[in-house]
């Protein structure tokens, strides 16, 4: 079964749409002013509904209406640039007749989603046949299992700070270790309102589907937990690994500290003793060809008796 072509008004706007029977799935990339209009002239939307798919401050939530559902998710993308998981928002639209995306074009899982359906037919006969609440849950599924490298990129940075810390590299493992944290951080805070969000949706969706789908977004919520709880561990090994980085820093302080204790302990009596010699005064020996000598058996009397002191009582 083709797809319809656009409309010609349709064409002059960055969206695109797919059909099979009844369900029509339009997918908005970068949406703007000019596709926000679009969607309040031909749908029954509401105003700040279509006000938040512009905002970029929404927080995850379902506003649920007589004949649609409107639903705004936050999925994590890694920014390789600052080197920290940073939220992209996905707001959809669905009906029983129709499911509306709009994104920014960075949610890679969805968008071969879309291109997997344009181009083969057999998927799109299984995505679109079993209703829109069948789509979106292979959306959400989709979009969720592509936290899932995300997360073990940052049990492997973990893994790499943990050697590092116990290596010569330590200086560079605290900002190593702070970067980890505020990314760690990041994806938290993305994914707690998330897991609310999935965790509810299942029962709303019901009228848009003839499937039971308690089970797929029974699973959909397990991996939610799932990456939930290795975050929560991840954050508590980043703390330790803080906590080891700065006794270990400590630990080198102090033994830096305490060599030079003691090498600042030998040498002030030997400053005394070359202190007393320089003196303009009558001294022992001070007229014998072997004054330098006695002076250098004086000083390595006394640097032998105190090495030998501190060797006794275990300070070196």
């Given at each position: 079964?083709?797809?319809?072509?656009?409309?010609?008004?349709?064409?002059?706007?960055?969206?695109?749409?797919?059909?099979?029977?009844?369900?029509?799935?339009?997918?908005?990339?970068?949406?703007?002013?000019?596709?926000?209009?679009?969607?309040?002239?031909?749908?029954?939307?509401?105003?700040?509904?279509?006000?938040?798919?512009?905002?970029?401050?929404?927080?995850?939530?379902?506003?649920?209406?007589?004949?649609?559902?409107?639903?705004?998710?936050?999925?994590?993308?890694f920014?390789?640039?600052?080197?920290?998981?940073?939220?992209?928002?996905?707001?959809?639209?669905?009906?029983?007749?129709?499911?509306?995306?709009?994104?920014?074009?960075?949610?890679?899982?969805?968008?071969?989603?879309?291109?997997?359906?344009?181009?083969?037919?057999?998927s799109?006969?299984?995505?679109?046949?079993?209703?829109?609440?069948?789509?979106?849950?292979?959306?959400?599924?989709?979009?969720?299992?592509?936290?899932?490298?995300i997360?073990?990129?940052?049990?492997?940075?973990?893994?790499?700070?943990?050697?590092?810390?116990?290596?010569?590299?330590?200086?560079g493992?605290?900002?190593?270790?702070?970067?980890?944290?505020?990314?760690?951080?990041?994806?938290?805070?993305?994914?707690?309102?998330?897991?609310?969000?999935?965790?509810?949706?299942?029962?709303?969706?019901?009228?848009?589907?003839?499937?039971?789908?308690?089970?797929?977004?029974?699973?959909?919520?397990?991996?939610?937990?799932?990456?939930?709880?290795?975050?929560?561990?991840?954050?508590?090994?980043?703390?330790?690994?803080?906590?080891?980085?700065?006794?270990?820093?400590?630990?080198?302080?102090?033994?830096?500290?305490?060599?030079?204790?003691?090498?600042?302990?030998?040498?002030?009596?030997?400053?005394?003793?070359?202190?007393?010699?320089g003196?303009?005064?009558?001294?022992?020996?001070?007229?014998?060809?072997?004054?330098?000598?006695?002076?250098?058996?004086?000083?390595?009397?006394?640097v032998?008796?105190?090495?030998?002191?501190f060797?006794r009582?275990?300070?070196?």
């Amino acid at each position: 079964m083709a797809t319809p072509q656009l409309k010609k008004e349709e064409q002059q706007l960055n969206l695109e749409s797919l059909t099979l029977g009844d369900l029509t799935w339009v997918n908005i990339e970068g949406a703007t002013e000019r596709e926000i209009e679009y969607l309040a002239q031909n749908y029954p939307f509401h105003p700040l509904d279509l006000d938040d798919c512009l905002s970029r401050i929404q927080r995850p939530k379902i506003d649920e209406y007589k004949d649609y559902l409107f639903l705004v998710f936050h999925l994590p993308i890694f920014n390789e640039a600052v080197r920290v998981t940073t939220p992209s928002q996905l707001s959809v639209f669905i009906s029983g007749k129709y499911l509306i995306t709009l994104h920014k074009g960075d949610l890679k899982p969805l968008v071969k989603l879309f291109r997997e359906c344009q181009i083969d037919e057999e998927s799109r006969q299984e995505y679109f046949s079993r209703g829109s609440g069948y789509l979106l849950y292979r959306i959400i599924d989709r979009l969720v299992d592509y936290s899932l490298p995300i997360l073990n990129k940052i049990g492997d940075n973990i893994e790499n700070v943990e050697d590092n810390i116990f290596s010569n590299g330590v200086r560079g493992a605290i900002r190593e270790i702070s970067i980890l944290r505020r990314d760690i951080i990041s994806f938290r805070r993305i994914i707690w309102p998330m897991r609310a969000v999935i965790g509810t949706l299942e029962p709303k969706i019901r009228r848009f589907t003839k499937m039971d789908m308690a089970v797929y977004f029974g699973d959909v919520t397990d991996h939610m937990d799932k990456i939930w709880d290795a975050l929560d561990e991840y954050k508590e090994v980043i703390e330790g690994l803080n906590d080891t980085h700065d006794s270990l820093a400590t630990n080198r302080t102090n033994e830096v500290m305490r060599m030079l204790t003691i090498i600042a302990t030998i040498l002030l009596p030997i400053t005394v003793v070359a202190s007393i010699f320089g003196m303009n005064i009558p001294l022992p020996f001070q007229n014998s060809s072997y004054s330098l000598l006695f002076v250098f058996l004086i000083c390595l009397v006394i640097v032998s008796g105190m090495l030998y002191f501190f060797r006794r009582q275990h300070w070196i």
